[in-house]
């Protein structure tokens, strides 16, 4: 069974950064094609970008030029980044693996 743990969510002040980390443990052979999403209260749940086991990465048409994802396979880990962060990038950010998911970490832009 393969479980995703999310980190690095908090509150952070508008201009701020962003670096979240998605932990992966369990029985798996490679990292393969991991995905961040993000839901805002009242929204669905949105694809930003994902990596996949040769490096290539895919982004969502809001996220390109502004979040930026990367992978460790070493330590298992996929991150997430953002920087001049603003009000409306307010939400629970996921990890998913396939059809696993993490439990979400909570991104809340104020001051």
């Known amino acids: 069974q393969v479980q995703l743990v999310e980190s690095g969510g908090g509150l952070v002040q508008p201009g701020g950064s962003l670096r979240l980390s998605c932990a992966a443990s369990g029985r798996f052979v490679s990292l393969d094609l991991v995905a961040w999403y993000r839901q805002a209260p009242g929204n669905q749940r949105e694809f930003i970008a994902d990596?996949?086991?040769?490096?290539?990465?895919n982004y969502a048409d809001f996220a390109k030029g502004r979040f930026t994802i990367s992978r460790d396979d070493a330590k298992k880990t996929v991150s997430l980044q953002k920087n001049s962060l603003q009000p409306e990038v307010t939400a629970v950010y996921y990890c998913?693996?396939?059809?696993?998911w993490g439990q979400g970490t909570q991104v809340t832009v104020s001051s």
């Open positions: 990596t996949d086991y040769d490096g290539r990465t």
């Open positions: 998913n693996r396939y059809n696993v």
